[in-house]
């Protein structure tokens, strides 16, 4: 199958400081990359889904200031927690949908996902 | 609005029992996916199953089994002779079609198989 490789694993960081996250597909081209959270023991919450080469969209209750989202190729999105805070502390799941998809608009795979520790 | 309710919060068995995982859907939508994915402690998700909402043949894939049935809004997992390896988390999941590939996720089913 397609995969998704997401970078950081792990990311321990100072409080007030920025993050990145990087979500790549590594064989194939998505054109929408979804990002979830998932705070401890919880589920998935979706936070923002971007497209290539335009704005991400929110999802209610996502600051757009505080999780930059940037999606400026057909296989790469960033996620940037600025001026992070313990509560950003949590689990955080990328998702790339292929651009061509075989067996359906549903191909959607996940990467790794990066679990994020503010201190 | 779309929501997936997977009642069971945490089920603890011994190995080699069965284990059900009930999963209960709502959706207006007359086309819409129905997912499993299983989330073992290292927090990836492992795809499990896709079934879209006109096929309702049950499906068997080795000691995993699942039952679709649209009249009760359910797409239940059974997990035959459960393995110590089968211990995770278990996300049922929705994606309407009409919304991309935004998935809606239940609450999860902690699985812990005792040896």
């Known amino acids: 199958g397609a995969v998704v490789s997401q970078h950081p694993s792990r990311v321990i960081c100072k409080s007030g400081t920025s993050v990145k996250i990087e979500c790549r597909s590594l064989?194939?081209?998505?054109?929408?990359m979804f990002w979830y959270r998932q705070f401890p023991k919880k589920s998935l919450m979706l936070m923002a889904t971007?497209?290539?080469?335009?704005?991400?969209?929110?999802e209610q209750g996502v600051e757009k200031d505080k999780f930059l989202i940037n999606h400026a190729s057909l296989t790469l999105s960033t996620l940037t927690v600025t001026s992070a805070h313990p509560e950003d502390s949590s689990f955080y799941i990328c998702?790339?949908?292929?651009?061509?998809?075989?067996?359906?608009?549903?191909?959607?795979?996940f990467g790794q996902g990066t679990r994020l520790t503010v201190v | 609005a779309q929501k997936v309710t997977q009642a069971q919060t945490e089920i603890s068995v011994v190995e080699k029992e069965d284990v059900t995982l009930d999963c209960v859907y709502e959706t207006r939508d007359t086309t819409y996916y129905l997912f499993w994915y299983k989330q073992p402690p290292s927090g990836e998700l492992v795809f499990l199953i896709r079934?879209?909402?006109?096929?309702?043949q049950n499906e068997i894939s080795g000691r995993y089994s699942w039952n679709f049935q649209k009249s009760t809004s359910s797409f239940n997992f059974t997990i035959t002779a459960s393995q110590v390896v089968d211990s995770a988390v278990y996300f049922c999941a929705l994606v309407r079609k009409a919304a991309g590939n935004k998935l809606t996720f239940g609450g999860g089913t902690r699985v812990l198989v005792k040896p």
């Open positions: 064989d194939f081209q998505a054109t929408t």
């Open positions: 998702s790339a949908r292929v651009r061509f998809p075989v067996r359906g608009f549903t191909e959607a795979f």
């Open positions: 079934r879209n909402s006109f096929d309702e």
């Open positions: 971007s497209n290539e080469g335009s704005k991400a969209t929110y």
